[in-house]
């Protein structure tokens, strides 16, 4: 095998599909007044989606924006980040989104990492950033900033201004890195097109409606907007930045929503609470993880209208890369990540390179168009990924194990490298290992998933203090937290003398669950009053221990986000009260929480206040 060669034409379909602000522009000229976009109370047809983004583009322009740049996206998702990303295409320019969530540390590696020459979004966010360069607020309203309703609609098939070709970069999403520095894929503009234009693995018309509710950074955010947009169907924001169940629930009742994706953990933990969400829902499409068949088969046995896809794919093929229908009868066993589609082709391929006999298990090499150009300012990591093959072309090297069926089916058999995926992200244990060996009080460290119940993955770190004060762990986890975004800080943090080894040396990641010490060592001080017993309840069947005291702490117990989801729900219908993830995680304790329980109860039943009038008519 060679160096990866440029992109070869021939990759691409005969009558490639087109681009999609000209698709979306299409869609405004045949239905000018058809929804497009909902966020809360603001809505925007086509026409006005389409007016905005051309006027904005024209602005980006005048601001010094060419084709070819690299301009960052920094604001809440909303109808302003769906009309930015189009604004930034019609100029001709490369989106790279960044999620305010993250540390300032990672959104500065990633600037830079990126070389975007300009950063644009919300005038609060920007005001408050350090380090990002140049800056453009956005105006507040997509329709009133630049006159919009003044500006002709383009006419079909009109390409934009700038060079928006087939291999032209659309966004640049990052990923975990290895080596400790988040890696930037340069995703296509013939890529996206592909993998939403008439899409034949999910239904999408135009009367769907498809919930974005997914951060811009992850690649699942492209399948949410740009395959409603592509196919004249709504977008409908989840406005609440960090939904529990209940929102979720509440925001598909609200807006009739049709279409849904959902990472193969949220999936699981709605199917498992047989969620209301799936009675409004006709499709899922699911991915990020290998899904379970009990919870697959509970929800189209509840709910047998449902088409239920199980889609497969790195962020370098394009959201996804593989998709599968799944049937009941598919239930009977591991559920399969199905056929390529839509421009991209899948090979098994052994140890040396050469295809793999049907049923064998071999890795799973991916081409086709749908490939990303590789990673930004990274030649050296895109040659040892994007590689040459003799006979098939150009290939991505998934470092995933598959099998294929006679008819073309795959099946997913688990990662041939150390990298693991946990919630729906990918993540490269290397790059925590890496931040955590740089502590001044660490000698060495290992991280690996710890499954301590079905459904249940924590991502699990194992520390080898160095002489001296020993750290403590939710010091560890505080400095790893001001680097990195929330999805790579460790669940759990283990100090052990000593990191086990294979026979060749190498961490046996296997052996470390061993070294975790699952029941907390409790110390049981005052008794806990009626409502922190309550809580405490709660919380031991979430966290799977027994919690016996009221200044635990929710992270300190191998809390995580997909948890305190279940715990808001558990507090929902028990305790009839409704906690905020942001409350939640403001007062991460049972006595915090017991507190904010007993303040919503007393806000709910005034009567019940002490400090409530009396009734004067004695009833």
């Keep these: ?96 989104p960044l999620d305010p969530a993250h540390p300032r540390p990672r959104i500065e590696a990633m600037l830079a990492d990126s070389r975007t020459t300009l950063t644009v979004g919300d005038g609060k966010l920007l005001a408050s950033a350090t380090g990002t360069g140049a800056t453009l607020a956005l105006p507040e309203d997509p329709l009133s900033g630049f006159g919009a309703d003044e500006v002709p609609v383009p006419a079909a ?69 740009w395959t409603a947009l592509a196919n004249g169907a709504s977008v409908v924001v989840c406005t609440t930045e960090r939904p529990s169940f209940e929102d979720l629930a509440q925001h598909v009742e609200r807006y009739g929503v049709t279409v849904a994706f959902f990472t193969t953990a949220l999936f699981h933990q709605l199917a498992a609470r047989r969620s209301r969400l799936f009675s409004v829902l006709r499709t899922v499409v699911v991915g990020g993880e290998a899904m379970a068949a009990q919870q697959a088969r509970a929800v189209l046995r509840a709910f047998p209208w449902l088409e239920l896809v199980n889609g497969y794919g790195p962020t370098e093929t394009t959201t996804f890369a593989t998709t599968h229908r799944v049937t009941d009868a598919d239930c009977d066993g591991p559920v399969p990540i199905g056929r390529p589609f839509a421009g991209a082709t899948a090979h098994v391929l052994d140890e040396a390179g050469r295809p793999a006999p049907d049923g064998e298990r071999g890795e799973l090499w991916i081409g086709g168009s749908r490939l990303a150009n590789g990673y930004v300012g990274r030649p050296e990591l895109t040659a040892e990924r994007f590689v040459e093959h003799a006979s098939l072309g150009r290939l991505y090297r998934t470092g995933d194990l598959v099998s294929r069926r006679r008819d073309g089916v795959l099946d997913f058999h688990g990662r041939a490298d150390d990298q693991v995926k946990v919630r729906g992200f990918r993540i490269e244990p290397g790059e925590i290992e890496h931040l955590l060996r740089e502590q001044p009080d660490v000698d060495d460290a290992a991280v690996t998933v710890r499954r301590p119940a079905e459904g249940d993955a924590r991502l699990a770190a194992f520390v080898v203090a160095a002489p001296g004060p020993v750290p403590r762990a939710e010091t560890l986890r505080t400095r790893l937290a001001a680097h990195l975004p929330a999805h790579l800080v460790p669940d759990e943090l283990t100090l052990v003398e000593r990191l086990p080894l ?107 206040h002490p400090d409530a009038p009396e009734d004067p008519d004695g009833h």
Excluded at 8 to 22: C, I, S, Y
Excluded at 40 to 52: F, P
Aim: include cysteine; charged fraction near 20%.
């Design 1 to 96: 095998m060679a160096t990866p060669s440029p992109r070869n034409p021939a990759d691409r379909k005969e009558a490639p599909v087109t681009a999609l602000p000209a698709q979306v522009a299409r869609h405004a000229e045949r239905t000018p007044h058809a929804l497009a976009v909902v966020d809360g109370d603001t809505t925007l047809t086509y026409r006005q989606l389409v007016t905005s983004a051309r006027c904005l583009a024209a602005h980006l322009h005048g601001h010094g924006v060419r084709p070819g740049d690299r301009v960052a996206l920094l604001m809440p998702r909303s109808a302003r980040t769906v009309v930015a990303q189009l604004a930034l295409w019609w100029v001709g320019a490369a989106c790279v």
């Design 502 to 608: 294979t026979v060749s040396g190498k961490v046996d990641r296997r052996a470390l669950a061993a070294l975790h010490d699952v029941a907390v060592t409790e110390e049981r001080t005052e008794p806990l009053t009626p409502l922190q017993q309550a809580v405490a309840d709660i919380w031991s069947h979430a966290l799977g221990c027994e919690v016996a005291r009221a200044d635990a702490d929710f992270i300190a117990y191998g809390g995580h986000s997909l948890l305190a989801l279940i715990v808001t729900d558990d507090l929902r219908e028990e305790l009839g009260v409704t906690l905020s993830l942001p409350d939640f995680f403001a007062a991460p304790t049972v006595a915090g929480h017991a507190a904010l329980v007993e303040r919503a109860l007393l806000a709910n039943h005034s009567d019940l």
């Design 157 to 225: 098939g009109e390409m934009p201004a700038g060079d928006t070709g087939q291999d032209a970069t659309a966004l640049v999403l990052f990923t975990s890195g290895s080596t400790g520095v988040p890696k930037g894929v340069a995703v296509t503009h013939g890529g996206i097109a592909e993998l939403v234009t008439d899409p034949r693995y999910v239904t999408v018309t135009e009367r769907d409606r498809v919930l974005f509710h997914s951060p811009t950074t992850f690649d699942a955010s492209t399948f949410e907007v």
